[in-house]
């Protein structure tokens, strides 16, 4: 039984070639140019440097348990809130999700009206 669990991970779990493939699918697709690629990973920072912080903040201030204190003003006696035993963690993936792609469609937007030619060569 081990040997067919092993078998079963090694092919669709932990296997290197489709995790490899999976990275380097947008890679290949637009490295045919260098300013291409310096592009694509321009907006890939960029992205990533705006939602990492404002999903870190979404999660600290309305998704944990707890978190919406903060709408009674009652920041002396947090159990006394309203708002103390409400949890909107099953939101999380779904917010952050949001806010991902919220910022690609913005940095798309961006970059259609002020280059053209790095816009037509990503093929967005």
Do not use: R
């Amino acid at each position: 039984m081990e040997h067919l669990e092993l078998f079963f991970k090694s092919i669709f779990v932990d296997n290197m070639v489709f995790a490899y493939f999976l990275g380097m699918c947008s890679f290949l697709a637009v490295s045919k140019k260098v300013s291409t690629a310096v592009g694509l990973g321009a907006a890939v920072i960029f992205v990533l440097t705006v939602t990492v912080p404002l999903n870190w903040f979404l999660d600290q201030y309305i998704l944990q348990p707890g978190a919406l204190v903060w709408l009674d003003g009652n920041s002396d006696t947090p159990e006394l809130s309203a708002y103390y035993g409400y949890d909107l963690g099953f939101l999380s993936f779904i917010l952050f999700i949001a806010t991902i792609a919220t910022m690609v469609q913005l940095v798309e937007i961006v970059v259609e009206k002020f280059s053209p030619a790095l816009y037509n060569s990503l093929g967005i």
